[in-house]
């Protein structure tokens, strides 16, 4: 790019001179103040975070203004630019520079363009599903007003699926050409990035010869990543991976290319292959919570604080087995306070060594041996696998607040028996900044596989049965509820999952998002407060 990447001009910004400068990976501008004023006014940009430079025409006010008088004509460039608004909220902001030499004024727009076309993690054309009844079932409208016209800003081209009915998506992208494309966007709630996500896995693996329904078989990791535009009633998996569920920040941070690896944890049944998750796999209270809602879909969001109370008020518990093997190599611990962030190093560090132990265990066939394994029986309220931290706006620390996203590990919460009060007391730890986890009934671990058998599959009791013998009892701990049959349901990324026992994998780093974790506070969350975005810009960030 020879001396193009690093230029320095004088220009007009708001009708007063800024010295102007590119170099390297910053875009800075400052203006320098009168002796009486207090220092300079800076402005700087990372240049990986511009989103698109264009030519700008002189327009009337701007010619008219009493700096441009004397000047023949005015040539001015635009540049689209990155701004944190609040905390892990993006906009897509503008200034515009002007001078009176059209060459310079090229030299600069060709000066961003080539830095922007060398940043090659910038998608090209994507692949956009758009589920029109997630959430409030606004996911097209989000698409067209918010999303689309930032697209088209940042030249990316796109192709536009509406799904018309249950695994459209996953359907489809058993049968597309991935090549064409540079990534996937999904427009709607955690189901529709569920679908997406299997779809692709599904596609990867079949590609590389992999049959799924092989527990042995290495799992290939998928080379296109996963874009979520928020527009469903939690967006949990966003919430956790963006730090905020807004659609145009996700767009920014497709725009851009973020990447983020993501651990993805397989569910068997007997060895045959169920479903993936990446957030949260519960059994007992999570998975009642969820049956019960669904049943309920008529009433809307609230339908979630209805169930959530009803079995709170049960206070159903279920006997079984966990049989878990420990994540031995990984750097964090689920209570060590430390939480995933951007170019997290506890993630970097455990993959590293998770590749160090899978080596030596395919050169020695047997390491992953039982006695590696622990195991506890017992009666629990939840079970709980979490994949992330599984934060959301109703619980912004999440169920596993130090769980990472790509350190190839899973946080296994398991909830005792316990009384209605101790129990409420754990829930409301999810909600403030108390250790959820220190309580004598609760017990967390970090993890790589677990099992799980309910005690009836293991007492080998037929289930007809037992709901006849057990019909109209009331429970000998509980006089208060009527428990006719201890088996729950499994919530797997908010789908129920109908298995009373089941064997979890965690496969490191299987996928990867737009997308860069939750961020630290940034250096460059200053911006130009005096420019005013034009208006159709205003109208998106609204």
């Given at each position: ?69 004397k000047m023949a004509k005015q040539h001015g460039f635009t540049v689209s630019y990155v701004k944190r608004k609040r905390p892990h909220c993006w906009r897509c902001k503008e200034v515009t520079f002007w001078c009176v030499d059209e060459q310079l004024c ?437």
């Amino acid at each position: 790019m020879g001396d193009l990447s690093r230029l320095s001009s004088s220009l007009v910004l708001n009708q007063c001179v800024w010295e102007v400068s590119l170099h390297g990976e910053v875009l800075e501008w400052h203006q320098s103040r009168p002796p009486s004023s207090r220092g300079e006014e800076s402005f700087s940009v990372p240049t990986t975070e511009i989103i698109a430079v264009e030519d700008t025409e002189t327009d009337e006010k701007q010619s008219n203004g009493r700096k441009w008088r004397k000047m023949a004509k005015q040539h001015g460039f635009t540049v689209s630019y990155v701004k944190r608004k609040r905390p892990h909220c993006w906009r897509c902001k503008e200034v515009t520079f002007w001078c009176v030499d059209e060459q310079l004024c090229n030299q600069w727009i060709q000066a961003i363009k080539e830095l922007l076309d060398s940043q090659t993690s910038r998608p090209k054309h994507l692949l956009v599903y758009i589920n029109p009844f997630s959430g409030k079932k606004q996911g097209k409208r989000i698409y067209e007003q918010k999303v689309a016209p930032l697209f088209s800003l940042a030249s990316i081209s796109t192709e536009v699926v509406v799904t018309e009915h249950a695994n459209h998506a996953k359907d489809d992208l058993s049968e597309v050409n991935l090549a064409k494309y540079d990534g996937i966007v999904c427009v709607g709630g955690d189901g529709m990035f569920s679908e997406v996500m299997h779809g692709l896995i599904g596609r990867t693996q079949k590609d590389s010869g992999i049959d799924q329904n092989d527990p042995k078989a290495p799992l290939v990791p998928c080379k296109t990543r996963i874009g979520i535009i928020p527009a469903g009633s939690t967006d949990c998996i966003c919430y956790a991976t963006v730090g905020i569920n807004d659609p145009v920040t996700s767009a920014l941070h497709i725009i851009v290319g973020d990447s983020q690896p993501l651990d993805v944890s397989s569910v068997r049944c007997n060895k045959k292959f169920l479903k993936y998750f990446v957030s949260l796999l519960g059994y007992g209270f999570y998975g009642d919570v969820l049956k019960d809602s669904e049943e309920k879909r008529w009433m809307g969001s609230v339908r979630y604080d209805f169930a959530g109370f009803k079995n709170f008020l049960s206070h159903h518990y279920y006997e079984g087995t966990v049989s878990f093997l420990p994540a031995t190599y990984t750097v964090g611990s689920p209570r060590d306070k430390r939480t995933c962030r951007t170019k997290c190093r506890i993630c970097k560090e455990s993959k590293r060594q998770l590749e160090q132990l899978q080596k030596f265990e395919k050169d020695r066939r047997g390491y992953d041996r039982t006695d590696q394994w622990k195991v506890i029986k017992g009666k629990f309220l939840a079970i709980n696998a979490a994949n992330m931290s599984c934060a959301c706006p109703r619980s912004p620390k999440g169920l596993s607040p130090s769980a990472h996203l790509g350190d190839g590990c899973v946080d296994l919460i398991l909830v005792h028996k316990c009384s209605r009060f101790n129990f409420l007391r754990y829930l409301i730890r999810h909600t403030n900044e108390d250790d959820q986890f220190n309580f004598t009934f609760v017990e967390v671990y970090r993890i790589r596989k677990f099992n799980f058998t309910s005690q009836h599959l293991e007492d080998h009791e037929d289930t007809k049965d037992v709901q006849k013998k057990n019909f109209g009892r009331f429970c000998r701990d509980h006089p208060a509820c009527c428990c006719t049959f201890s088996s729950s349901t499994w919530n797997c990324d908010g789908e129920t999952l109908e298995s009373s026992a089941i064997e979890v994998e965690v496969h490191c780093q299987l996928i990867n998002l737009f997308a860069r974790g939750i961020e630290a506070p940034s250096k460059y969350e200053e911006s130009v407060s005096t420019i005013e975005a034009p208006s159709n810009l205003r109208r998106l960030n609204s």
